[in-house]
């Protein structure tokens, strides 16, 4: 899960191209859109791209977006219980 | 029709920190390297983020568009098989990005036009903002032109034999326009047509200098590289050449042997 969390830090980072940003600065459990990095909806359309493109994790139902999206600890958890 | 010219800003002018000219990290981080030209450099032009609320109208030039972007979308395409397509580089690829990026930055709703025919798209774009300002429609207009190469871009046109004797190149220039004179004015740009045939230097010091002294700067890509906004570069060299003391600057360029275009500068007399 660590490693997990590591890395999609990384992708945000790469994929986002979130300036200046280094892993460690991210908090893993704080917010990713509105406060914290403060990401838009394009950010969420990457994000379901990183999902799919390095997980192979659809996000099925777009109702359950917002808690997965919630923050990097949440994404990791849904890539966790989905990623075959 | 004539107007005045209150400043002229190159790319490489640009001095100040990217951060300060486009504060919304936000805007930036997904900006790619010829949209942070060309908005920095329109920004710098206007003297900072809080001038583009004077402009009435933001128009921009661009023979390319955002290359990188545009290939960068279209590899995705074929590589994803196209699925999974990242939505930043096609919103960007979009000629009229800039344009769009200058007047995102202080929310401005004015007239915002994107010129994209070729070799012309500078000359068309200061068409516009002269006959705006002529018909009284903008008195405060910023006007500027872009374009990047990128090495697939370079190998084609190297292919094709575009640089046996020109150097390619790539940059951005803008400028702001006004209708009345004021203590910022440096020139004026009086005279702007288009032809359908090529002119020599001296053809184009008989039809177009109304001054014995003029100067003329004919085809400017030898200079500033083979790209679509040479063109406007060379606008940016008349003007610096009356900031310096000339008197008139008769500009003329004709890239591809395309149809050429020839604007006039003048001093402020």
């Given amino acids: 899960m660590e490693q997990l969390v590591q890395e999609l830090k990384e992708h945000l980072i790469e994929e986002l191209n979130l300036?200046?940003?280094?892993?460690?600065?991210?908090?893993?459990?704080?917010?990713?859109?509105?406060?914290?990095?403060?990401?838009?909806?394009?950010?969420?359309?990457?994000?379901?791209?990183?999902?799919?493109?390095?997980?192979?994790?659809?996000?099925?139902?777009?109702?359950?977006?917002?808690?997965?999206?919630?923050?990097?600890?949440s994404l990791a958890e849904y890539i966790m219980q989905n990623r075959k | 029709?004539?107007?005045?010219?209150?400043?002229?800003?190159?790319?490489?002018?640009?001095?100040?920190?990217?951060?300060?000219?486009?504060?919304?990290?936000?805007?930036?981080?997904?900006?790619?390297?010829?949209?942070?030209?060309?908005?920095?450099?329109?920004?710098?032009?206007?003297?900072?983020?809080?001038?583009?609320?004077?402009?009435?109208?933001?128009?921009?030039?661009?023979?390319?568009g955002c290359l990188a972007d545009s290939e960068k979308f279209l590899r995705n395409m074929i590589v994803e098989h196209e699925q999974l397509l990242n939505p930043t580089p096609f919103i960007q690829s979009t000629f009229n990005t800039v344009g769009g990026q200058i007047a995102l930055l202080r929310h401005n709703h004015c007239y915002n036009v994107t010129y994209v025919n070729r070799s012309h798209s500078f000359e068309d774009a200061l068409l516009d903002a002269m006959m705006r300002i002529a018909d009284g429609e903008s008195c405060n207009v910023?006007?500027?032109?872009?374009?990047?190469?990128?090495?697939?871009?370079?190998?084609?046109?190297?292919?094709?034999?575009?640089?046996?004797?020109?150097?390619?190149?790539?940059?951005?220039?803008?400028?702001?326009?006004?209708?009345?004179?004021?203590?910022?004015?440096?020139?004026?740009?009086?005279?702007?047509?288009?032809?359908?045939?090529?002119?020599t230097v001296e053809q184009c010091r008989e039809r177009y200098a109304t001054r014995a002294d003029a100067t003329v700067v004919y085809n400017g890509y030898a200079k500033y590289g083979l790209f679509p906004t040479s063109a406007a570069y060379t606008f940016a060299e008349a003007v610096r050449l009356v900031q310096q003391g000339e008197s008139e600057v008769v500009v003329y360029n004709e890239y591809f042997g395309a149809a050429p275009a020839v604007f006039r500068v003048q001093c402020i007399g």
């Fill in chain 2, 142 to 199: 910023l006007v500027g032109a872009f374009d990047e190469q990128t090495p697939s871009q370079h190998r084609i046109m190297e292919r094709m034999g575009a640089f046996r004797t020109v150097a390619d190149g790539e940059g951005a220039v803008f400028a702001r326009l006004t209708a009345q004179r004021s203590e910022q004015s440096v020139a004026q740009v009086t005279a702007i047509d288009f032809l359908c045939q090529s002119l």
């Fill in chain 1, 19 to 73: 300036e200046e940003i280094t892993p460690e600065d991210i908090d893993a459990a704080a917010p990713l859109f509105g406060d914290g990095l403060g990401l838009d909806s394009i950010d969420a359309l990457e994000i379901i791209l990183i999902l799919e493109k390095y997980y192979g994790v659809k996000l099925a139902n777009s109702a359950e977006a917002k808690p997965v999206f919630y923050s990097v600890n």
């Fill in chain 2, 1 to 64: 029709m004539r107007c005045y010219i209150d400043s002229v800003v190159t790319a490489q002018d640009v001095a100040t920190d990217i951060k300060l000219l486009i504060p919304d990290a936000g805007l930036r981080r997904r900006m790619s390297r010829v949209i942070k030209s060309a908005v920095t450099t329109a920004v710098e032009c206007v003297g900072g983020t809080e001038g583009i609320d004077a402009l009435d109208a933001i128009i921009t030039a661009t023979g390319w």
